[in-house]
Structure formats: structure tokens, C-alpha cells
């Protein structure tokens, strides 16, 4: 019944070691650099020696104003030493790894400091509408 999901595949041309997929979890690892760190690293090295083929990294802004403090942010060159680093770690491990690319949303709520975005007005409620951005 499970003999496929211990077998490796190839997807587009990157071959995975089997067909575990370890999802996007929200660590808040980050902290409020929102970069990658060693305690962030160890724990996709760590699911990634426990079996998984393909490690998603946690949902990372793209959008420097609605990323909130202690999720990861990619909307600067700045980050890409941490992503390498993290990238090659698992590498190391006999894994992949991918990433949840996000602009924050209404998931930034609870944060202050980060800014709502969405896509085109959006109602909240009867008497609140969010405005949509414009570029």
C-alpha cells in the first residue's frame, strides 16, 4: 500500500528520494530580524534526516512592509545568505527544499508594525472595507 511513497520521483527534472513532502509550518523561528537562523536550520535538517524527501521552508514575505515580525521575509537581497545557507544544510541532508512565498494578508492582523495587503478591496464587515493596493 506504501511501497510508492518510499520511492524516489522525479518532478520536473529534481529528483526527490521519496515522496515525503514536509509542509510549510509556521515556526516564527525568524524572530524579529525575520532572517534565517541556526535554530531554523537544524529543524528542516532534523525532518529531513527523519525521512522527508521534499522540506518546504515556512511562509516568507515578498513584501517588505506587510512582513511580520518573526516569519521569514525574502523582499531584500539581505536574506539570501540565510536562504543559501539553509538551502545548502539541507542539501547536505539527502533532501530538497521549497519555499511558501506569501505578501501577509490578513495574517499580519496581529502585528502592528506590518502592513495589510490585499489584492482589491476587500469587505471586513458591513461598515469596514480593507482598500486594495496599488502599484
Known sequence: M????????????MELK???????????????????NDQLIQYHVER???GTGLSMVE????HAKS?????????????????????DAIHEAGGKAGIQL???SLAVG???????????DMPVSAEVILPGITI
Not at 2 to 13: C, D, E, Q, T, W
Not at 110 to 120: E, G, N, P, Y
Request: net charge positive; with cysteine; charged share 20%.
Open 2 to 13: 506504501f511501497n510508492k511513497l518510499f520511492s524516489p520521483i522525479k518532478i520536473r527534472g
Open 18 to 36: 521519496n515522496r515525503i513532502i514536509f509542509p510549510a509550518m509556521g515556526t516564527k523561528f525568524a524572530g524579529n530580524s525575520r532572517m534565517v
Open 48 to 50: 529531513v534526516k527523519g
Open 59 to 62: 511562509v516568507t514575505s515578498v
Open 67 to 87: 512582513a511580520p515580525r518573526r516569519y521569514l521575509a525574502i523582499c531584500d537581497d539581505k536574506y539570501i545568505p540565510g536562504f543559501r545557507k539553509l538551502t
Open 102 to 104: 506569501w505578501q501577509g
Open 110 to 120: 496581529s502585528d502592528k508594525t506590518a502592513q495589510i495587503l490585499v489584492a482589491s
